[in-house]
C-alpha cells in the first residue's frame, strides 16, 4: 500500500515556474513507476508525465521541453519542474504510482494507461494567471 501527498502548487503568472512534489509513504518506493496528471476546470483528467522505477521517462506533448519530471529514491519522492508555464496548464495535478510488477510500462503511458495506475495522492492546484 502506497500513500501519496502532493505539495508545491499555487498561483503564478504566466511564463513563471512551479515545482511540484510528491512524498510517498510506504516501502519499496524504488520499484515503483510514478506519474504526473492534471485535470483542468471542466476537462478530464489527463497525463502530463512519468517516470519508470528504472528512470525512463515520457512527457505528454503538451509539456514536452517545459516541464522536468525526477524523482529521488532516498527521500521517497517525485518532483515535476513546470517552467514556462502557460494560462492552460492551470490544473490540479495528481501523482500516481504503479507498481512495476504491476502493468507495463508501455501500457501506463499509453492510450487509456490512466486507469492502469493503482494508486493517487489528493492532488494540488496550480492556477497559471494570464
Known amino acids: 500500500q502506497v500513500q501519496l501527498v502532493e505539495s508545491g502548487g499555487g498561483l503564478v503568472q504566466a511564463g513563471g515556474s512551479l515545482r511540484l512534489s510528491c512524498a510517498a509513504s510506504?516501502?519499496?518506493?524504488?520499484?515503483?513507476?510514478m506519474g504526473w496528471f492534471r485535470q483542468g476546470p471542466g476537462k478530464e483528467r489527463e497525463f502530463v508525465a512519468a517516470?519508470?522505477?528504472?528512470?525512463?521517462?515520457y512527457y505528454a506533448d503538451s509539456v514536452k521541453g517545459r516541464f522536468t519530471i525526477s524523482r529521488d529514491n532516498s527521500k521517497n519522492t517525485v518532483s515535476l519542474q513546470m517552467n514556462s508555464l502557460k494560462f492552460e496548464d492551470t490544473a490540479v495535478y495528481y501523482c500516481a504510482a504503479d507498481p512495476a510488477t504491476s502493468s507495463a510500462w508501455s501500457v501506463l503511458v499509453g492510450e487509456d494507461g490512466m486507469d492502469y495506475w493503482d494508486y493517487w495522492g489528493k492532488g494540488t492546484l496550480v492556477t497559471v494567471s494570464s
Open positions: 510506504g516501502r519499496s518506493f524504488s520499484n515503483y513507476h
Open positions: 517516470i519508470s522505477w528504472s528512470g525512463g521517462i
